[in-house]
């Protein structure tokens, strides 16, 4: 385990329990620890779109959606993270609730 994540609670479903503690440090141990060994330019271009979009609207953002606003191809959220849940994981995004997480973790 990093020392950034060292120092972070995660909650249950292992996103972070203070967003506000999020930075891009953590978001590479986050990735690390998820088996992404680099965080590549079009990483960067979700989790910022992500970010962006959650802060907009309090929500997650579709797949597609996501994928439109950064220029990249549609299944370019399930090549380069294990699923949505992880990028929003990564990203530092608070608990989007039941329903949304089981949405963010289907395949």
């Known amino acids: 385990m990093g020392q950034l994540l060292a120092n972070v609670e995660l909650d249950e479903s292992g996103l972070l329990r203070d967003p506000q503690q999020w930075t891009p440090e953590l978001a590479r141990e986050l990735a690390r620890a998820e088996g992404i ?50 990028a929003w994981r990564i990203a530092g995004l608070p608990d989007p609730g039941e329903e949304a997480r089981s949405y963010l973790s289907a395949e």
Do not use: G, M
């Open 37 to 86: 060994d680099q965080l590549t330019e079009a990483h960067w271009k979700l989790i910022d779109s992500l970010r962006e979009y959650y802060q907009r609207f309090h929500v997650p953002p579709s797949s597609t959606r996501l994928c439109h606003d950064t220029h990249l191809e549609p299944e370019s959220l399930h090549t380069l993270f294990p699923n949505c849940l992880e």
